[in-house]
């Protein structure tokens, strides 16, 4: 129903910056979160940010608090995650995600949309 595509990602040095862009297709409901979550080898999928597409209200994990901004253009329908002082521990593939409920949730099977993931390798 909703088509999620991400990019962005890339390789970057430890204390750099990276932008992720997520871009949906059609037009994201007023009532629906979005949001970022990350997957790194032999680790569970990890919520990293939310945002409220109606209200821009937003919410981070305590690991990237600080670091990471979310925030969305309503008319491009794309939500961005700026990545600013990067850790070789952020290194993941970052997955855009739509949860219909709006609760603001931080769990990923709470989510209903996936994009397919784009790459983020932070060397030391």
């Known amino acids: 129903q909703v088509q999620l595509v991400e990019s962005g990602g890339g390789l970057v040095q430890a204390g750099g910056s990276l932008r992720l862009s997520c871009a949906a297709s059609g037009r994201t409901s007023s009532n629906y979160v979005m949001g970022w979550f990350r997957q790194a080898p032999g680790k569970e999928r990890e919520f990293v940010a939310g945002i409220r597409w109606g209200t821009g209200s937003t919410y981070y994990a305590d690991s990237v608090k600080g670091r990471f901004t979310i925030s969305r253009d309503n008319a491009k329908n794309t939500v961005y995650l700026q990545m600013n002082s990067l850790k070789p521990e952020d290194t993941a593939v970052y997955y855009c995600?739509?949860?219909?409920?709006?609760?603001?949730?931080?769990?990923?099977?709470?989510?209903?949309?996936w994009g397919q993931g784009t790459q983020v390798t932070v060397s030391s």
């Open positions: 995600a739509v949860e219909k409920m709006a609760w603001g949730s931080r769990a990923a099977f709470e989510f209903d949309y």
